[in-house]
């Protein structure tokens, strides 16, 4: 049997895509491999080890929205027995910084510092307490006395920038440090603008116009595990970062730089992470957390409350979206005007780039010639905005996914009809993509897969869709039922910026160590790197060993956002195993006396095509180590990509609406989902049915809920509606098959982040359908319903 | 003071504070498999079967479980040894993070040991007190129809 493994990291892939028949662990729902550990509870995530004299933590939050620092006297909280150490702005290097975890140089202003003399929001840090147990810490953060200079707060972004308000960002450190638009003197942290074609003839040949406000609102990433980091310091007095991170190479390098440390002297290790979703690709506790090991010597570990996740870590973005489209009676889109007033609260976190995915990630999805993005992020003095799963893409699709829904309504074509007729098709291209990029210009990429009319197709039948979007538009009676759709796209990493790569060696058993930067936190990332590692080698995943992040032991990964993962370090992957298999034949040549073009991989053993010699990896990981020509069978290999392939995804949603109370339900959801080849299908849905019950409760209960001082009321499970078991309405995912994408590893796209993106659109058009108004501002609360319902 | 326990089939004595949380007992002498989500009783990540009946351990008073009978996760089963959910969890797709799993599984169990055949709404029902961000709970459920099955033709 020929080998048919051949790379298909070359050009080949392009003319030929791996033929699906051929792939025995690849595309197969293998088991997580972290997954037993996991259910028995011996996994360690950062909180599962015991350390000697381990500290513990605690910030003083500021209870002010704007307030200056006058005074701050430590001295009682010193004194107090078992305290080991308070740290004030007083006692740390005053370096600006951002705590967006992004690759340098990042393009979120340097606006923060560990403690300033200054307090921007509720919740903002004041101090720091180290002590031998919690409850000394809460003392002794009760002991410290600060004298505020409370300031007038920004607490409307819509106000924000207006003539008299109190400069947020008044120091004199803040800045970008890249030349970007960058304007805190007026309360403003990114300003962006795009313009392709020309809007005045786009509008001028329109036959309908439209112009509509939309809001995205303030939600919590609510992951399980709430931050947590652990730093001591080790045999050789280095800093030992134990967190978790999305991001752990950034983790190095910033936390190295606020506190001006090389970053020899800094490991970070990434263990289990209880889920991200964005929150954890920031550099936020960890610094502070290290500043008090580095004073007291020893462990410390600072674990945010629940209270704390909700104020103090991120959130998602707040926007305002001014949409203006025109569409010819043919229903051609002529121009879309997108126009983005974004809150980044009191730090410019991800301010430039998750505004520039509002555009990015949603404007290219329809064909238009002309198109004007232009987006300002302003800060107020509420929490910090972040990357959040979807990352703007979910801002944007509100706007979008309801206005399309208008367009189509208007000219009378059913919306499935209109997004089949307009959506991106394979083979050509969006000037979008290259107008707006990640801080500079964006990357031309031509669409290469696209299953977006099957999924449209396959989720209006499993939806019944045109028998009901009939029947619904006349109802009477109290309950009332409705339908709704939207179509989505989002992005495969950052090209040319993002890097990933992974590192493997053979052991005599025949088994293969598999370290890779890429960060698992919860996704499934090690399973499926390890998927393709084992395709290429054709040796059980059981076989491949996999240890993510880790900067001691593991090459650099960017870490795991963007939707990068699978795309980029699945790649490196690749490489790194199929230059592992180089080296086997080499070895296998050696001791077959066959020529190395002649050798194949299969079942965990070399053959050769001539004469059907074979050796097993057992015998040559043992000769290689301990019989001839000793060496270790091993390799790194690094991938950086070109393109972000958009996955494509239709979502359709039934919902029943109570006349009586406003209250909607969500009966039936239907993501049809089109990732390329989805290297481990149950996985890939696990995915999206998080993402899609996120998306739902987002648009149905949850919010921030602010007094007039910008305090946030509602930061417990208690009172953040979140939705449980017994809320779960059907969901049913369905994968696309059959698109694979040529640039893709084995053909695959992303998954993670598409599926957040369409259920505030989705069952706005639903409530629409259901009861024929248009709700542009979610979330959609029985309170909100009701009274839009009865105006 | 000392407390006594019975935990996963093994007599234990901790000597504990009066007012310390039986969730935070539980990890320091080692139970790591109890998580801490919420610390209010709201997520069912610290679950544990108390007596046969799954409760949260961060709302227990350790002087409280004086002389009761604990299951935690790691009694459930071992990675040798996995108990059916453990093995169904996996199987099912219904680990991500695997935060919340542990909890999950405890509820689960708790059910399972009284009802054999569950339906689906007892099932949410008795795993609602569980918060999961990650996979949208469609998996988890599977997970434990898996179980039952596995159960029945044991």
Not at chain 1, 200 to 211: L, Q, Y
Not at chain 1, 252 to 279: D, H
Not at chain 1, 407 to 418: K, L, S, Y
Request: glycine fraction near 8%; proline fraction near 4%.
């Amino acid at each position: 049997m020929p080998d048919k493994k051949g790379s298909i990291f070359k050009k080949k892939a392009k003319e030929e895509p791996v033929d699906a028949g051929n792939l025995k662990y690849v595309g197969q729902s293998v088991k997580k491999v972290d997954g037993l550990g996991l259910a028995t509870g011996i996994a360690g995530f950062v909180d599962d080890i015991e350390l000697p004299n381990l500290l513990y933590a605690k910030i003083l939050p500021s209870p002010h929205a704007h307030a200056k620092i006058l005074s701050i006297d430590a001295s009682k909280a010193k004194k107090l027995k078992g305290v080991k150490a308070v740290l004030t702005y007083k006692d740390l290097p005053r370096i600006a910084h951002t705590t967006a975890g992004q690759g340098y140089p990042e393009p979120s202003p340097y606006d923060t510092f560990i403690l300033d003399n200054k307090v921007r929001y509720v919740g903002d840090r004041v101090a720091a307490v180290a002590a031998e147990t919690e409850q000394i810490a809460e003392e002794a953060i009760k002991l410290i006395k600060v004298q505020y200079k409370v300031l007038k707060p920004v607490l409307d972004m819509e106000k924000a920038t207006e003539k008299g308000m109190p400069i947020i960002h008044d120091e004199k450190e803040a800045r970008t440090i890249i030349p970007l638009n960058y304007d805190p003197k007026r309360n403003i942290a990114s300003q962006v603008k795009a313009l392709t074609g020309n809007m005045a003839e786009g509008f001028s040949n329109a036959d309908h116009t439209f112009e509509n406000i939309y809001y995205a609102h303030y939600a919590s990433h609510a992951a399980n595990e709430t931050h947590i980091v652990i730093t001591y310091l080790d045999g050789q007095g280095r800093l030992v970062i134990r967190t978790s991170t999305q991001v752990p190479f950034h983790v190095r390098r910033i936390v190295a730089e606020r506190l001006q440390l090389s970053e020899s002297r800094v490991r970070v290790i990434k263990p289990r992470i209880g889920g991200g979703f964005g929150g954890k690709q920031e550099v936020l506790i960890e610094d502070i957390c290290s500043a008090l090991t580095l004073k007291t010597r020893s462990p410390v570990k600072l674990h945010y409350s629940r209270s704390e996740e909700f104020i103090a870590s991120r959130t998602r973005h707040p926007q305002r979206i001014i949409l203006k489209t025109g569409v010819k009676h043919d229903g051609t889109i002529t121009a879309i005007d997108m126009d983005v007033l974004m809150n980044t609260g009191a730090y410019g976190s991800h301010a430039l780039t998750v505004a520039c995915n509002t555009g990015s990630k949603v404007l290219p999805l329809l064909r238009c010639e002309n198109v004007q993005f232009k987006a300002q992020t302003v800060y107020t003095n509420l929490p910090v905005g972040g990357a959040y799963r979807g990352y703007g893409a979910t801002q944007g699709y509100i706007a979008m996914g309801i206005q399309v829904d208008e367009m189509a309504e208007r000219i009378g074509m059913d919306v499935c009809h209109f997004y089949k007729m307009n959506h991106i098709k394979v083979g050509e291209t969006s000037p979008v993509f290259k107008a707006l990029g990640e801080g500079r210009e964006g990357v031309l990429q031509t669409i290469e897969s696209c299953g977006l009319d099957q999924c449209i197709e396959i989720g209006a039948t499993a939806i019944d869709w045109y028998a009901k979007k009939e029947r619904y538009e006349r109802q009477t009676g109290q309950i009332r039922k409705g339908v709704g759709m939207v179509a989505l796209m989002q992005g495969s990493s950052i090209p040319d910026i993002d890097m990933g790569a992974a590192s493997m060696k053979m052991n005599e058993d025949g088994s293969f160590n598999l370290l890779v930067g890429a960060t698992d936190l919860g996704t499934g990332s090690d399973t499926i790197l390890a998927q393709m590692a084992a395709e290429v080698l054709d040796v059980p995943v059981e076989k491949i060993i996999v240890y993510s992040s880790d900067t001691d032991l593991t090459p650099f990964d960017v870490g795991a956002y963007a939707s990068s993962t699978t795309y980029l370090s699945g790649y490196a992957v690749i490489k790194t195993a199929e230059d592992i298999r180089s080296q086997i034949f080499d070895v296998a040549a050696e001791m077959l006396k066959e020529k190395k073009a002649d050798l194949y991989v299969k079942d965990s053993a070399v053959f050769s095509k001539k004469t059907g010699k074979n050796i097993t990896y057992q015998r040559i990981g043992l000769h290689s180590l301990y019989e001839k020509n000793q060496h270790q069978i091993a390799s790194v290999k690094s991938h950086i990509t070109h393109k972000s392939p958009p996955p494509f995804s239709a979502h359709f949603v039934e919902i029943e609406l109570d006349m009586d109370t406003g209250k909607v339900k969500v009966l039936k959801y239907v993501a049809a989902i089109e990732c390329g080849r989805a290297i481990n299908p149950k996985l890939a849905e696990g995915q999206t049915e998080g993402g899609v019950l996120n998306g739902i409760s987002y648009a149905l209960t949850e919010e921030y809920i602010f007094d007039r001082q910008g305090r946030m009321l509602n930061s417990g499970f208690d009172n953040y509606k979140l939705f449980y078991p017994a809320d779960l309405p059907e969901i049913r995912t369905i994968l696309i098959e059959g698109y694979p994408e040529p640039t893709g590893p084995y053909g695959a796209k992303s998954v993670s982040e598409i599926c957040i993106n369409g259920a505030v659109p989705a069952i706005s058009n639903a409530i629409y359908n259901a009861v024929g108004i248009r709700l542009r501002k979610p979330p959609f609360t029985p309170e909100v319903v009701y009274t839009s319902i009865n105006k | 003071m000392i407390i006594k326990l019975i935990i996963n089939n093994e007599e234990k004595e901790f000597t504990i504070k009066p007012g310390d949380i039986l969730l935070d007992v539980l990890r320091r002498e080692g139970y790591k498999g109890v998580k801490k989500g919420c610390g209010t009783g709201e997520c069912g990540a610290c679950a544990v079967l108390l007596n046969g009946r799954a409760v949260n351990s961060c709302l227990v008073l350790a002087a409280e479980a004086d002389n009761s009978r604990i299951v935690t996760i790691e009694g459930i089963g071992t990675t040798e040894k996995p108990d059916p959910l453990q093995e169904s969890f996996v199987e099912a797709g219904a680990v991500q993070c695997g935060y919340c799993t542990p909890g999950m599984i405890i509820s689960a169990k708790a059910l399972l040991n009284k009802k054999k055949d569950p339906t689906d709404t007892e099932i949410k029902k008795a795993l609602d007190g569980n918060y999961c961000r990650c996979t949208g709970y469609v998996k988890i459920i599977d997970a434990v129809r898996m179980a039952v099955k596995k159960m029945k033709n044991k």
